[in-house]
């Protein structure tokens, strides 16, 4: 069991490796749902990729599939895709097998967005430091390069739901000066992309929305 332990450990690295190589040199720009257990609702908001992706093609000129494909996070199709997307109301868990998964995956030059649709800070919070286990989510500055890579927003993430009423906030996890995953709260980006009579937003405000969200698929291809 021990031999068959360690075998099976050593192919695991070895399938990583081969997934870093190769996702360091694709040229596909695409994103990605991410689906996580725990029992959280992974696939809420399913109008909101697509019309943030249609945005982004229109606007700062990427050319990617309209319908988001939805990868597991212990799978390595994760490695086929620069940005993957996560979100939800409820509980996430994330194994330790997963929780390495989507480390390489980080490390390797993947990024992830996570955005709050509201109560998934407590879970989230706790699940990360299984994938990062000596760092603390930082808040990014006002004049961080997300808020201008396509469109500019000098006040730092636009506040689109009201939530608990508290200040939106953008959180990041550093790989070597690297900023490799961006977490949204008290924002909730992903309402506002969503279409216009899922919540009634005022185009004004689904417009910001889509902006930033185009900033944060900009800065995650690019960099």
Not at 114 to 141: H, R, S
Not at 178 to 189: A, G, H, K, M, N
Request: negative net charge.
């Amino acid at each position: 069991m021990i031999f068959s332990r360690e075998k099976s450990k050593t192919l695991s690295v070895i399938i990583m490796l081969i997934m870093a190589l190769c996702f360091q040199f694709t040229v596909a720009q695409d994103l990605a749902i991410l689906k996580y257990k725990g029992g959280g609702d992974w696939y809420s908001n399913p109008t909101a990729l697509p019309n943030l992706i249609k945005f982004c093609n229109e606007t700062i000129d990427t050319k990617m599939n309209e319908k988001p494909e939805t990868v597991e996070v212990g799978s390595t199709d994760i490695f086929q895709f620069p940005l993957l997307h996560m979100t939800g109301h409820g509980n996430v868990f994330f194994s330790e097998d997963e929780a390495e998964n989507l480390r390489n995956y980080l490390i390797s030059g993947g990024f992830l967005h996570i955005d709050d649709n509201y109560g998934m800070k407590q879970y989230i919070t706790k699940e990360l430091k299984k994938v990062f286990p000596n760092q603390e989510l930082k808040e990014l500055p006002k004049n961080h390069e997300i808020f201008k890579t396509a469109f500019a927003f000098p006040k730092g993430l636009p506040k689109i739901h009201e939530h608990d009423g508290k200040r939106p906030q953008a959180f990041g996890l550093f790989h070597e000066n690297r900023l490799v995953l961006v977490f949204t709260l008290e924002s909730d980006l992903g309402d506002g992309w969503e279409d216009q009579e899922v919540h009634n937003d005022p185009e004004a405000i689904r417009l910001k929305a889509l902006q930033m969200g185009a900033n944060i698929v900009k800065y995650a291809f690019e960099n």
